[in-house]
């Protein structure tokens, strides 16, 4: 497991999710400056620049129930409501079409170039605001920095962990389905056909070398694909031709999209399913992650710019119906998060965390929950 991909799995589903979000608000004829401010404060949430420094700090990735609970508070941070349902179809959304990037990336390098497109397709979001595109740009420098010096191995190591995070998804989307690269069953599709990686020959020869090094036999075969040689590599530069397609945005042209459960994903969240009342550590790691995330509390919209609510269903009908067909297991629990809290919680909290501090010892060798619990302790003042 490699501790250096929860960045990229964050950036990358959110990527997705302002895709879907901007869809939805265009499709519902929500106004335009009502949509901006959706967008901007949601980006300005996601690249707030004391969590990128945080989420950029070596760690192991966060469970699938923490992650979503994340985009829950990310997805809420403007005058935009969603309920239950909307906001279960967009994380499937957001999940798979990452996962069918990651699996079709040419090379494990070309992740970072799909993150790339993601933050190439966000500045377009918010070209008006020179403030958010400083810290998009600040954000690409860090990815750069950490990123750039990574050997193909490390690299390897970072697809084999998003591999391992979405290996029990198999989420049904209509897009993937109507395009015939995603069965029935929600596995996708991987073509024997197509551009090949970046410093890859068209395969069909077997070339034979002495211990000199002088060729001494060349063996054709027929390789039963289509391939075509990579014209040049993307560029991982501030500007540039990406070349890779894969994290463009595929909502692009107005597409109504569905999103249904598989019957062995229903399968497998019923023998997954976790404890309905879960211990107080792990609500706590809930609570600190979505305060991590942007320090604020959600408040009901009022004054001047009232509050709406986007469907990312095609009626309210398809929504309701979505809520009541969505197995039970995957319903997920809703914790309330309190900005100000009394006296009493603050000591229960700071019992909680001196029982999880480790002195003269490197966070990088602590647990998950040390570190989130240090995380907190950090930002408590902030």
Known sequence: MSVRTLPLLFLNLGGEMLYILDQRLRAQNIPGDKARKVLNDIISTMFNRKFMEELFKPQELYSKKA??????????????????????????????????????????????????NHLDAIKGFIQDSPTLLHQVDETFQQLTEIYGGFSAGEFQL????????????????????????????????LPVSGPLPWGTKVPGLIRTFNNKGEEVRKVEFKHGGSYVAAPKEGS?????????????????????????MSGASENLAAQTQESIAPNPLAKEELNLLARLIGGMEIKKPSGPEPGFRLNLFTTDEEEEQAALTRPEELFYEVINIQATQDQQTNEELARIMGEFEILDQPRRSASKGDDLLAMMDELQLC
């Not at 809420?76 to 990336?105: E, G, P, W």
Request: hydrophobic fraction near 45%.
């Open 236 to 260: 991982f530069e501030l500007y540039g031709d990406r070349v890779l397609k894969l994290g463009t945005n595929m909502y692009s042209v107005n597409r109504p999209v569905e999103t249904h």
């Open 158 to 189: 970072i697809r084999q962990t998003l591999l391992i995070f979405f290996q029990d998804l198999h989420i049904r989307v209509s897009i993937f389905l109507k395009d015939k690269v995603q069965n029935s069953n929600g596995r996708f599709v």
């Open 67 to 116: 992650l979503r609970t994340v985009y829950d508070r990310l997805a809420h941070a403007s005058i935009m409501r969603l309920n239950q349902a909307s906001m279960d179809k967009l994380y499937d959304l957001m999940t798979m079409a990452f996962k069918y990037q990651v699996l079709l990336c040419p090379r494990p390098k070309d992740v970072l170039l799909v993150t790339f």
